[in-house]
């Protein structure tokens, strides 16, 4: 985690996941799965441009991601974490937050455990915050905490448990639709 601000009024976050929005997902059979190579995390084009908008536009920007690779064994920590540095370096996050729990925890999404946490941390209003993802265990978690969402549909085979407030297509698109206006979003 990044140095926490000093206590001010609560800000609006961005929570992002991080295969298939930051990174590209691979993708086999029609279900997306997390690299388990350097040379497979691909920092995906437009991450870097629309962190910067919504950073512009007054928000946190802290990635939530579910690793459970990391705690089954299957990746090491280590490649987890220079990946991470890769990210950081190309892309103007403020925090990571990663479950690598292989059973459910209270921070595995669709639980809201890790958005609750950077709520605390960094005196988020998790009600003018958003969780943006591609798949139906972020838009999950983004409502249990409270937060609008915005599904990116990667047109991934796999049932949408959840109701996004948005549909997007990229990043750059829930972005831009974000920064369009919130009348069409909930809450």
Sequence with gaps: MTETPAR???RRAAFLDRDGV??????????PFAPHSLE????????????????EAGFLVIVATNQKDVGAGLLARELMDEMHARLR??????????????????????NPGML????????????????????????????????RTVFIDRGYAEDRRFVPDLLATDLADAVEQLLAGTSNLRG
């Design 8 to 10: 001010t009024a609560p």
């Design 22 to 31: 930051l990174n590209r997902s691979l993708v086999r059979d029609g279900r």
């Design 40 to 55: 497979d995390f691909v920092i995906l084009p437009e991450a870097a441009g629309a962190v910067r908008r919504l950073k």
């Design 89 to 110: 370096a190309a892309v103007a996050v403020d925090d990571i937050r990663v479950c690598t729990c292989i059973d459910e925890c209270p921070c595995y999404k669709p």
């Design 116 to 147: 609750l946490d950077a709520a605390r941390d960094w005196n988020i209003d998790l009600s003018a915050s958003v969780m943006i993802g591609d798949r139906w265990r972020d838009i999950g978690a983004g409502r249990n905490a409270g937060c």
